[in-house]
């Protein structure tokens, strides 16, 4: 039988044994004792790790609803998979997937049940005296665990639970599964991870609370790494995850209309940048690209680099500079020197980058375009033209001399 196919009857196998089902005030008072103490004494000298096996397992049938009985369980089974893989010279056994799988469905019982069943408790009796059991014991062990699957699937053994075929519901240990998996993603192998980060991530696009809606934030901030660290390349590639992400981002901040740790305003200007950067255009209204690219082999004299430097002059012709708002002739001749310096860095940038002719002749077209309003970038009032005179030594400057 397959090793994934074999791992959720190996791993229910455990929950069959034939102890008898012990009553809830024992499991609390007199059974999670005992799990505790096995986890405690289990890496001690001389310990018979069958028998403490045996013993956890026995705990688990007589209480096998009980979320920290389970997380005792799951942990003991992590720390065996852990176990055989360090002794395999750091490769999964088919024995240590057993226990990490068996782990899986143990630490899924924490979430499930009544609130009661993941209230923390404090004080219980143990070899050292006393213990505290706090959610983080619960959710590290989970972290874990998941993060021990994500490597196998990364391997090509992957876990059925990580390739699911319809959005994962937005409960119990999955929103945190998805930001496990999310932060691993940072090399292109990685990405065998996304199919279940994009599943729970679709599962809590309608969550109406922001903090609810995370895994849609790590998913962007996923897509985002794979970019900008470039361990994705390929044109068709980026632009698939930065439409993607700057899609999960908007979801994520939605009708809350701020931001939050998971994706900040700083965040949000580097997947800006990076929109920019890559020439991916995702709002309303025509095409722009970055200044980075409009003299690049790929654009230079293009629709939509003419387009991005004619919006580019519209932002720098200023009401002083058009004449509209009261200032001195110094103070208005220095706002439409602005505009000449700024074409002329255009025209140097263009001409260090091997592009001479193809620059000047861009940037006479993407003048006229901003002098004639042919182009004019959308929501930017409209102004009085550039005096004729000035549009003529611009131009002049623009074109190569014999």
């Known amino acids: 039988m397959p090793v994934i196919t074999r791992l959720a009857a190996l791993a229910a196998a455990a929950f069959a044994l034939a102890a008898p089902v012990a009553a809830a005030e024992d499991c609390e008072s007199v059974i ?54 360090s002794n395999n010279g750091g490769s999964a056994t088919q024995e240590g997937v057993n226990f990490l799988a068996r782990a899986f469905l143990r630490s899924g019982v924490f979430q499930q049940g009544p609130d009661e069943n993941r209230k923390e408790r404090y004080l219980l009796p143990a070899s ?44 119990g240990w999955a929103p945190s599964d998805a930001q496990t998996l999310a932060y691993k993603v940072s090399a292109k192998a990685d990405m065998a991870l996304l199919p279940f980060v994009e599943a729970v991530a679709d599962g809590c696009r309608a969550e109406t609370n922001q903090g609810n809606r995370m895994p ?8 985002m790494d ?6 994705v390349r390929e044109p068709a590639e980026v632009k698939r995850l930065l439409i993607a992400a700057r899609h999960a981002a908007d979801d994520f901040i939605a009708t809350s ?4 740790f998971f994706f900040s305003e700083s965040d949000d200007r580097e997947l800006i940048a990076l929109l920019r950067k890559h020439g991916v255009h995702t ?37 002083l500079a058009a004449g509209e708002t ?37 940037l006479r077209e993407a003048l006229s375009a901003f002098h004639t309003g042919e ?26 001399q014999p």
């Open 257 to 260: 209309s701020y931001h939050s």
């Open 283 to 319: 709002g309303d209204g025509p095409e722009t690209i970055d200044r980075a690219l409009w003299f690049t082999p790929d654009y230079i004299g293009s629709e939509v680099a003419i387009r991005s430097i004619a919006y580019s002059l519209d932002e720098l012709w200023t009401p």
């Open 32 to 85: 999670l004792p005992r799990a505790v103490g096995v986890i405690q004494t289990v890496t001690g000298p001389g310990v018979n790790l069958s028998e403490k096996m045996a013993e956890m397992d026995g705990y688990v049938a007589a209480c096998p609803d009980h979320g920290w009985v389970n997380v005792m369980a799951a942990e003991l089974d992590l720390m065996i998979f852990k176990t055989t893989r």
């Open 216 to 223: 849609l934030a790590v998913l962007a901030e996923a897509y």
């Open 375 to 400: 182009i004019r970038k959308p929501g930017t009032p409209v102004r009085k033209p550039m005096p004729t005179w000035l549009y003529d030594t611009q131009m002049k400057l623009l074109t190569p």
């Open 326 to 362: 009261p200032g001195t002739a110094e103070d208005v001749a220095q706002a439409r020197n602005l505009l000449t310096t700024y074409l002329l860095q255009l025209n140097k940038q263009g001409s260090d980058a091997g592009l001479k002719t193809e620059t000047g002749a861009m």
């Open 226 to 231: 794979l970019v900008k660290t470039g361990q």
């Open 128 to 171: 050292s005296g006393t213990v505290n059991l706090t959610y983080s014991v619960a959710s590290n062990n989970r972290k874990a665990i998941i993060e021990a699957l994500g490597d196998l699937a990364k391997s090509g053994t992957v876990h059925p639970y990580l390739k699911p075929a319809s959005p994962v519901a937005c409960s």
